[in-house]
Nanobody, 118 residues
């Protein structure tokens, strides 16, 4: 059973930084592309950033380019999202997603709240 556990959310002032972590268990981490999604109240869930399993190619939503960085540590089965220059519009529940590169199965974490407010 693949499990994802997120941590690192919280309340931060505009312009501040947070680092989210997502640790997986029950799977061979290197066989999964990892993504961060977010969902704000009343809005659809959106892809924020992703990193592929083998080539470690990264992609970002236009709204976070230059401010957020995704990276992974396969030895620790963990993916991170470094968020800098946070804005109130970044406020959302952030979800970690793991996609199996062989069968495309998706797994989700429970979500972690990020609130950007003064």
């Amino acid at each position: 059973q693949v499990q994802l556990v997120e941590s690192g959310g919280g309340l931060v002032q505009p312009g501040g930084s947070l680092r989210l972590s997502c640790t997986t268990s029950g799977a061979t981490f290197s066989g999964y592309a990892m993504n961060w999604f977010r969902q704000a109240p009343g809005k659809a869930r959106e892809l924020v950033a992703g990193i592929t399993a083998v080539l470690l190619t990264k992609n970002y939503a236009d709204s976070v380019k230059g401010r957020f960085t995704i990276y992974r540590d396969n030895a620790k089965n963990t993916v991170y999202l470094q968020m800098n220059s946070l804005k109130p519009e970044d406020t959302a529940v952030y979800y970690c997603n793991a996609r199996n590169i062989y069968n495309m199965s998706d797994y989700w974490g429970q979500g972690t709240q990020v609130t950007v407010s003064s």
